[in-house]
């Protein structure tokens, strides 16, 4: 029987829905984000992040960026499709145009082999 104080081995998938998002502000988010893969997990957001609020992921972890600690991300997001997208009718209801579905993970442990419409295939490595 393994004791609860020993390391686990595998790759930590944290999966967030769009639910628990949607209350958060955008550095909320990104430390939500960030701080899951420091720790050399792999997120996945439900919804997505709005253009916004993926730009200013990127700039925040641009700043973090060391060499001996952190090599940043790797991120991939399904595109919305055009079916999907009902264009100013919706955004003047509110309704959200983020994308529906993005895979975060460490630069160093994520890489994306293949991304299409309606597939992301990824390599993570321990």
Known sequence: MAKATEA??????????GERMETKATM?????????????NIVILEEGLTPDEESRLIEVT???????EF???????YPRG???DG???????????GSKLT??????????LHKDETLIKALVSQ
């Open 28 to 40: 909320e988010k990104i430390r939500m984000i960030l701080d899951g893969v420091h720790d050399g």
């Open 8 to 17: 686990r081995e595998g790759v930590q998938i944290d999966l967030i829905s």
């Open 87 to 97: 264009g100013i009718l919706d955004r003047i209801m509110g309704r959200r145009d």
């Open 82 to 84: 055009a079916a999907e």
């Open 103 to 112: 895979v975060i993970g460490p630069a160093n442990r994520l890489q994306t």
């Open 71 to 77: 090599s940043g991300i790797e991120i991939e997001t």
């Open 62 to 68: 641009m700043s973090e960026i060391s060499p001996d």
